[in-house]
């Protein structure tokens, strides 16, 4: 199958190496990917802070630039979530039907691989790791992925611990964190508060990683942070030298960096 | 309580920095509530509960009218009396009216936020008249003169350390009683409270249109005493609290005792008919109901926010809000608060008095899946958003950053060359300097961008 990465603002800047490995992750799965140039931003900034006008642009931006791909994936439940479920409520009714069809072939990493390509053993190389999950909002209420990905973590032999407030949401929320900053930074205690005793975290959404690693770090908890298709790249990849456990903030330091 | 939401993102600091004991039992207290209330939405089809009430709630407030006029027949054929509010002066002047005509000088109260809303109690303080809160949480609050922080747990934000020191102080309980203890002491006080008071108030929980029957739900008690011993008994009942039929009202019991409290149904459920049929019979000489507006034709008409009039009043988003954990309801600073507030608010006060609301928020969708009328709060958020954006009730800069970023993101050269200065040339550290994200670097390390964009190794070729 064709794939086109949508890899998200966030993910190309912060997280470029999990969304290599969301690549490496797709043509191992036997998908074909291409990256289509003009991409830019999904819009969601100004969809959550209220300029729906301005939201449209980039939908309509977007919907343009992925308007003949066959499947589009996203490393990021957030911004998957603002094509599938936003982009219909946004476009006015000739760009609507558009953006239905566009809302049905997009996805995020772990939907696609589950829902679409019905995987949910990748490989063994997650045994013996203890893993927390952040089920990230849009992923787990908006798009409904309740089980898909912690079924991927489990069937690549990690154990996932139950984490009290797992389907809380982390603060970061956008703009949010930026316009009640307290709030923000007191939920993401929350999170790091109530954390069981694991290996690292693992979140579908680079901006909840951004938000509580630097939480984390800033109040010198020590909890490693994993981007989802860091560790799902992980389960297949067992072979390659240093461990998920070493690399720390979301695979920005981890393999082909050095 | 006047409204005073302006400095929201103050308060909530205040709460967070200088109030940690809030933050610890208002936590402690909505997550076991929450907990409750999905264990109790999982023993029905919660679903289908709840889809049934939207719509029951949807015909109703499409049909408002109508059945305001039946309910007023039916009570009045009941042999209550009808009044019509249009604001809370109105709501004010009517109960004052009436306790002056019955010489009123002592009231007992069931739990009521639309009394809060249209601030009663200072109205009947003012006339000389003695106001007994009797709901335990609403009296421990009354005792420290501070208004209720949750719609349900009037009190949730105290712990048991400060209600056993102010009982200990106000009423001479053992310093260290246990809550069965402290229960006991206010309910000496209150018992005489009933037995003197000339009138009981209450809100209402629901008004059926079909039978003229007011509904109140409760676990105390208080509210059965409250609407029963004094000789007249006064409900207020905003406009959209009505039901249709008597059959709702068994629905619409079960469902909200299950989103409020994971009860199957309260301890205690009246169904205020009228007064006493004879002299000598149980119940009040006189029952008055009176239909509050105060705002809610406003926002009945409004394309969006009438969906929010579905409420009622469980609490539920409350409970589930990551957000209002973290502060209780007070920072909200009106009556008010959590999701339902961010929503109803700006509905009530108007946009401008409600502002910064709509934006205390994280978007993360919990309220809408415990609503049991299915509001779909996030969505009413960012309509108020909208409309705050093109009444310029927001920052200009942070709009010019928006509108700055879609003509980058629909140019994407310009938009590739943005993004490498913007993360590459250090501009994270400048960030710092910047008003907005210096608070955000202060509460968080920044981070560090990737060695490399991904554009870059996808270039270079991805192995």
Redesign the interface.
């Known amino acids: 199958m064709k794939v086109a990465l949508f890899v998200t603002c966030l993910a190309d800047h912060y997280f470029a190496e999990a969304a290599a490995d969301t690549v490496r992750l797709l043509r191992h799965l036997g998908c074909e990917v291409t990256f289509p140039d003009a991409q830019t931003c999904c819009g969601q900034p100004a969809y959550n802070a209220g300029m729906s006008r301005e939201a449209a642009r980039m939908a309509h931006h977007t919907m343009d630039v992925f308007a003949d791909c066959e499947a589009v994936v996203l490393p990021s439940g957030s911004c998957a979530t603002m094509v599938k479920r936003f982009y219909p409520r946004l476009a006015a009714s000739n760009p609507a039907v558009q953006a239905a069809a566009l809302a049905d072939r997009t996805f995020e990493l772990g939907e696609f691989i589950v829902r679409r390509l019905g995987v949910t053993r990748l490989g063994d190389g997650l045994a013996g790791r203890r893993v927390a999950l952040h089920q990230g909002c849009h992923a787990l209420r908006e798009l409904r992925l309740e089980t898909e990905p912690a079924a991927l973590l489990e069937g690549a032999g990690a154990e996932v611990v139950p984490w009290a407030a797992s389907d809380e949401c982390c603060g970061f929320g956008g703009l949010f964190s930026v316009k009640m900053t307290d709030v923000s930074a007191a939920m993401a205690d929350r999170k790091l508060d109530t954390l069981p005793r694991v290996d690292c975290v693992v979140s579908g959404d680079g901006g909840c990683i951004l938000h509580l690693d630097g939480r984390s770090r800033i109040r010198g908890c020590g909890v490693k942070f994993v981007h989802l298709a860091t560790a799902l790249w992980r389960a297949v990849d067992e072979g390659v030298g240093d461990g998920m456990a070493e690399r720390d903030h979301g695979g920005r330091h981890g393999r082909g960096n050095g | 309580m006047s409204a005073r939401i302006g400095d929201y993102?103050t308060r909530?600091?205040e709460a967070?920095?200088n109030h940690p004991e809030v933050?610890t039992a208002v936590?402690g207290a909505t997550?076991a509530f929450d907990e409750k209330r999905r264990r109790a939405y999982g023993e029905v089809d919660a679903d289908l509960w709840r889809r049934w009430a939207e719509a029951v709630k949807n015909h109703l407030l499409t049909h408002l009218g109508d059945y305001l006029v039946e309910a007023e027949a039916r009570l009045e054929a009941n042999g209550a009396h009808v009044h019509w509010a249009r604001g809370a002066d109105e709501a004010r002047e009517i109960v004052l009216e009436l306790a002056s005509r019955h010489s009123v000088r002592s009231v007992v109260k069931g739990k009521s936020m639309l009394t809060e809303e249209v601030e009663l109690n200072p109205a009947l303080e003012r006339a000389g008249i003695e106001v007994y809160e009797t709901d335990l949480g609403e009296y421990i609050l009354q005792l420290l003169d501070e208004p209720p922080s949750h719609i349900v747990g009037p009190a949730i934000h105290k712990t048991l350390e400060q209600v056993q020191r102010l009982f200990a102080d106000r009423l001479e309980t053992d310093p260290g009683g246990d809550p069965d203890e402290l229960a006991r002491a206010a309910r000496g006080v209150l018992r005489d409270a009933f037995i003197n008071a000339d009138m009981g108030i209450t809100g209402g929980n629901f008004l059926v249109a079909e039978t003229g029957t007011v509904a109140l739900i409760e676990n105390e008690g208080n509210i059965r005493l409250t609407t029963s011993l004094p000789r007249v008994h006064v409900a207020l009942v905003g406009i959209e609290k009505l039901l249709p039929r008597m059959s709702d009202l068994a629905g619409f019991l079960q469902l909200t005792s299950r989103a409020a409290t994971g009860q199957s149904i309260g301890c205690f459920v009246s169904l205020v008919q009228g007064p006493a049929a004879a002299p000598g019979d149980d119940g009040p000489e006189e029952v008055h109901v009176i239909l509050v507006d105060n705002g809610r034709t406003d926002v009945l008409v409004h394309e969006h926010a009438w969906e929010a009039l579905r409420c009622v009043r469980c609490g539920a988003c409350l409970n589930t809000c990551?957000?209002y954990?973290?502060?209780g309801g007070h920072a909200y600073g009106w009556v008010y608060s959590g999701p339902i507030g961010s929503v109803l608010d700006p509905g009530l006060l108007g946009l401008h008095e409600a502002m910064?609301l709509?934006?205390?928020?994280?978007?993360?969708?919990?309220c809408?899946?415990a609503c049991p009328v299915r509001i779909p709060i996030p969505e009413l958020l960012?309509?108020?958003?909208?409309?705050?954006?093109q009444q310029g009730l927001?920052p200009w800069k942070?709009?010019a950053a928006?509108?700055g970023?879609?003509n980058?993101?629909?140019r994407?050269p310009l938009?590739r060359l943005a993004?490498r200065v913007?993360?590459r040339l250090g501009a994270a550290r400048a960030a710092r300097k910047l008003p907005?994200?210096g608070?955000?670097s202060?509460?968080?390390?920044?981070?560090?961008?990737?060695?490399?964009?991904?554009?870059?190794?996808?270039r270079e070729g991805?192995?």
């Open positions: 993102a909530s600091r967070i920095r933050r936590t997550v990551p957000v954990r973290q502060t910064p709509p934006f205390a928020s994280s978007l993360c969708g919990a809408f899946d960012l309509a108020w958003r909208e409309e705050a954006q927001t942070e709009r928006l509108a970023l879609a980058v993101a629909t994407p938009y993004g913007g993360t907005m994200l608070d955000w202060n509460d968080r390390s920044l981070p560090s961008p990737s060695p490399r964009t991904f554009r870059q190794l996808w991805i192995k």
